[in-house]
């Protein structure tokens, strides 16, 4: 039996809206997600025993059942009836705790890969109602692509891809929780998107009708709790981006640039102020 290994690719928010908090402590929202050219590479090995073993590139990601993949896998055997144990390569590229659900892609990717290596029958809706178990951005992943998400997250509706842009992103050397910034956010303070205007614009390839659209509600809970994220992205549109967001709970805020040229401008401004934050120049892939 061959190893197997899938891509796994990094996503930003475009857009993401909360609406409300649950009965089940859960946030309703609403998020247009689509996935960068940034990507971990997840292989499966079969292994002589029943253990699921995890390692990786990267020394601060966990490398036991802490490790979303870990427990996708964990899932998928329990799940599927599969006694045999396989160990799991993490080659990390996408940066840690940075809202780039680098850890939700690596947990799709096992899946997949899990459904490939022991040849089981299961559609990709099965998949992603499993990811679901374990974390809300895994379904997404799952699919990949770009999709309008509801529910807490876990409830897909593919639509097409946006224009093919470049998109700079720049994570400060700290990690974000996500838990601790839902907990801070005051869902009644929230003022909400146009998510029917970013999903018209989408449809109809408006590459500035998106950018003028871009919104995140938790930005303003991270910026307070962590200034360097606010000051990343006001730099950012000082240089001149087409538009700049934070994606997810943050650290990472990403900038939009349709231009080369003016991609090659932010580039050297960035390596001139910015130079101490992990900086990635990457392409929308949708």
């Not at 966990?62 to 896998?73: D, G």
């Not at 998400?149 to 996500?178: D, F, M, N, Q, Y």
Request: hydrophobic residues 40%; aromatic residues 6%.
């Amino acid at each position: 039996m061959a190893m197997v290994t899938i891509k796994a690719p990094a996503k930003i928010n475009l857009a993401l809206d909360t609406l409300y908090k649950r009965d089940d402590n859960y946030h309703e929202v609403e998020m247009i997600m689509t996935t960068v050219d940034l990507a971990d590479y997840i292989t499966v090995t079969p292994r002589n025993d029943d253990k699921i073993v995890i390692q990786s590139n990267e020394f601060t990601i966990p490398l036991n059942e802490k490790n979303l993949a870990y427990q996708a896998a964990e899932l998928f055997r329990k799940h599927f009836n599969i006694k045999q144990g396989v160990e799991i390569y993490i080659k990390k590229k996408i940066p840690v705790a940075a809202g780039l659900a680098g850890g939700s892609s690596n947990a799709a990717a096992t899946l997949k890969a899990l459904r490939e290596l022991f040849k089981v029958d299961c559609t990709m809706d099965e998949l992603a109602e499993l990811g679901a178990r374990l974390g809300s951005d895994i379904p997404f992943c799952v699919y990949g692509g770009t999709a309008l998400a509801t529910g807490r997250g876990e409830i897909i509706h593919p639509i097409p891809s946006p224009p093919k842009c470049w998109v700079i992103l720049i994570k400060p050397r700290i990690g974000v929780s996500t838990k601790e910034i839902y907990e801070a956010l005051n869902a009644n303070e929230v003022q909400h998107l146009d998510i029917k205007g970013m999903l018209d614009c989408i449809e109809l390839q408006d590459y500035q009708g998106i950018c003028n659209r871009l919104g995140n509600s938790l930005e303003s809970v991270t910026f307070e709790r962590y200034p360097v994220v606010e000051e990343i992205k006001n730099k950012l549109i000082q240089f001149g981006a087409d538009a700049v967001l934070m994606s997810g709970s943050g650290p990472t805020v990403f900038a939009l640039v349709r231009k080369e040229y003016k991609l090659r401008r932010i580039i050297n401004s960035i390596n001139g102020c910015l130079r101490e934050h992990e900086v990635y120049a990457v392409r929308l892939i949708g």
